[in-house]
């Protein structure tokens, strides 16, 4: 995990914040750099998925859709 902090702080995703009651800690905060990166990857990946299911036949889009709320019970699943 130190390397995945250390490697978003080097690119400027996020910033360290001295934890307010223990100096031992420190509190990880987005930077904007980093909450535009997010914005941009969500942008991309939705621009892919859009493009991907319109690639499919009516009957695969209409299939994809009933199965919506079984992939949403899914995602949330602990």
Known sequence: MTRIVER??????IRRDPHPDDRRQVLLRRTPEGEEFIERSRRLRTAW??????????DQQRLLAAATPALSALADLP
Not at 8 to 13: H, I, P, S
Not at 49 to 58: E, F, K, N
Request: glycine fraction near 12%.
């Open 8 to 13: 978003l702080e080097a690119r400027g995703f």
């Open 49 to 58: 998925l859009a493009d991907h299911v319109g690639r499919l036949d009516a």
